[in-house]
């Protein structure tokens, strides 16, 4: 049976195509909101730090109406770290929008999102946005999208798949470039006419299958997930299956059931094949799982999530300053809000050390886990972390392997040497250089994923802002050998103090500061960037002694070089392996792990 009243959908592209600012449209124009609501841009972004940093990091559900159809749609994240989010909810839509920008055209991204989409055999409809901006180039991009579609080898039905052109910020779209630009009907229409109704069999047994969490103080865990056969009621009898778990066998009862309708979650009694639902009350549900009739329980087939491929350790922070500005400070405060992010974030992993204030946190990049570090931050956790590590594994035959990544950088032709010299040195090898738009060079490198740990900053200087990086797992690959990383030492402040003008003054002869004065320092505390590949110890607190010859007023002619203040992703690149960042909700703070110069010097010789 198929249910002509419902379309499920996901938009996906590459980074920065306008997905969350189209799906803003569609709600727009589909009558969610009142006429004289006002709306924030990127209203599916609901969470700070995705509103701040302009990306989507979680996938969101919303549905609009057009013409008495229900269109569930599912805004999914762009990011290489995130793609795990993608895949799986995939498995909920029966097509998907691909959004490629009209200047840009296919990315990295783009490519693997949609190789996705091809497996599941889903329908495509590629939406070409942004065609307003000034440099836009439609008829190439199409172009380039059909080889995508030849390359990732779809078939004949999905090579031909409807192109739509839209500018998502001025909220129109249309099927030929020549049309008028009035609304976005033509993209509902061709959503309406192009992506297949869902199909079940209403008088099955119950089948739905777990695709995301969601996870909320009050009510626990949520599932969401489409009904693919039969139907499912509040307090119906169910048991939890799980393909990769054959021994699972659970019986639940199912509390509270809900749809989607625009950016709310509406409570209904029952819900039918094709319906995307979320349900409350099961305490331990978890993605992949399959809810079932009791008759005949059946799990439906997933793919396994992706491994983490990187991993850090959270630690409680000791430090001098312990205790002093966050308000969650205990390993039990930190266990608990570790084991709490597993509830709604699949591809991480926690693992407790035989130390009770460490734990290995592993996910699936830098920004994937900085994301986890500045939210506890903001939460009003203090803890420290470690230096990024690479998880590397053993094959058959006992060889060293370790995750490999595509790089695909797009640079002004006068950088791209130095940027392949540094790659190089970063064991990346270069596989292939041509032109790219705007009169820039591509480069495509396979590296291993360590040799991209810290690199992101060194990038944005040597292109002096100008270079962009995309990246994408490419799977495990031998050892490559070891790489050298910064080639400079650190400034260690020698006492704990305050920084005053005259111990920086001396202090900045011998490097980059990254600290100014009036701020708190402790012994072992990393306070500046040595120009030589040494560690230096400088006094900070250091000042200038009276005498009856100077009066204390001669210090003002001291200048100081503006410090050099560091963001979380920058201080996670700039640690050592010998160094820990402590992050508290006001500072971060860069420190030796051994805080004794001479405990220090010790373990050096070993």
């Known amino acids: 049976m198929k249910r002509e009243d419902v379309r499920n959908i996901a938009i996906i592209a590459h980074v920065d195509h306008g997905k969350t600012t189209l799906v803003d449209e569609l709600l727009k124009q589909s009558g969610v909101f009142r006429a004289n609501q006002e709306v924030q841009e990127r209203v599916m972004d609901s969470n700070d730090i995705e509103r701040e940093r302009g990306i989507t990091i979680l996938s969101k559900n919303t549905a609009v109406y057009y013409n008495d159809v229900k ?68 008829e190439e991009v199409i172009e380039e999208v059909l080889e995508l579609l030849m390359d990732l080898e779809a078939n004949d039905e999905q ?21 008028e630009k009035v609304n976005m009907v033509p993209l509902f229409e061709t959503i309406i006419n192009h992506i297949p ?31 693919d056969n039969g139907k499912l009621k509040v307090n119906q009898d169910c048991i939890l299956v799980n393909h990769h778990e054959p021994d699972k066998k659970k019986r639940v009862k199912i509390s509270k059931l809900y749809e989607f309708d625009g950016l709310n979650r509406v409570e209904v009694t029952e819900a039918t094949v094709g319906a995307i639902v979320a349900i409350s009350g099961i305490s331990d549900i978890h993605i992949g ?47 608990d809000r570790l084991f709490r992010e597993l509830n709604t974030d699949v591809s991480l992993r926690v693992e407790e050390s035989e130390n009770a204030d460490c734990f290995k946190v592993s996910g699936r990049g830098e920004l994937h886990l900085s994301v986890l570090i500045e939210n506890m931050r903001r939460e009003g956790y203090e803890f420290a972390v470690s230096k990024a590590e690479v998880l590397t594994k053993y094959n ?40 790219a738009q705007g009169g820039y060079t591509r ?121 050099r203040i560091l963001s979380l992703e920058e201080s996670l690149e700039f640690i050592e392996t010998d160094e820990l960042l402590e992050v508290t909700p006001k500072n971060l703070r860069i420190r030796k792990k051994i805080l004794d110069p001479t405990m220090r010097k010790r373990a050096q010789r070993k």
């Open 71 to 138: 269109i569930n749609i599912i805004d999914t994240p762009g990011h290489a770290d995130f793609g795990g989010e993608v895949e799986r909810v995939l498995k909920m839509v029966d097509g998907v929008v691909l959004v490629v920008d009209a200047f840009e055209g296919p990315m990295p991204q783009t490519k693997f999102v949609l190789r996705k989409a091809l497996e599941l055999d889903l329908s495509v409809i590629v939406c070409i946005n942004k065609i307003d901006r000034p440099e836009a180039r439609p």
């Open 289 to 335: 799982d399959t809810i079932c009739s009791t008759e005949n329980p059946q799990p439906i087939p997933f793919q396994k999530i992706s491994e983490p491929t990187i991993a850090m350790q959270f630690l409680v922070n000791d430090s001098p300053f312990a205790g002093q500005e966050g308000k969650f400070v205990t390993s039990r405060h930190l266990r």
């Open 443 to 563: 480069l495509e490198f396979l590296i291993p994923s360590r040799g991209l740990i810290g690199y992101r900053g060194e990038f944005m200087t040597d292109t002096k802002g100008n270079g962009i990086m995309n990246t994408s797992f490419e799977g495990y690959d031998l050892y490559k050998g070891d790489i050298a990383y910064r080639k400079q030492g650190s400034l260690i402040a020698f006492e704990t103090g305050e920084s005053i003008t005259y111990g920086l003054y001396n202090a900045q002869e011998r490097g980059t500061l990254l600290i100014g004065p009036g701020e708190k320092v402790y012994a072992g505390m990393v306070i500046g960037q040595n120009g030589k590949m040494e560690d230096v110890e400088v006094n900070v607190c250091k000042r200038k002694q009276l005498t009856n010859t100077r009066a204390s007023g001669s210090d003002d002619a001291l200048k100081l070089t503006t410090p």
């Open 197 to 227: 109704a869902p199909e079940g069999d209403m008088e099955a047994p119950t089948q739905v299958l777990i695709s995301t969490i969601d996870y909320n103080e009050y009510v626990g865990r949520i599932g969401v997930g489409k009904i």
């Open 396 to 435: 058959d035959r006992n060889q060293l392997l370790e995750p490999m990544e595509t790089v695909f950088i797009d640079v002004p032709e006068e950088f791209s040497g130095s940027v392949i010299q540094k790659l190089s040195s970063r064991k990346g090898e270069l596989q292939g250089m041509g032109s």
């Open 159 to 179: 090579l031909d798949c409807p192109f739509v052109f839209a500018s998502a910020k001025s909220g129109f779209a249309m099927n030929n470039l020549e049309d």
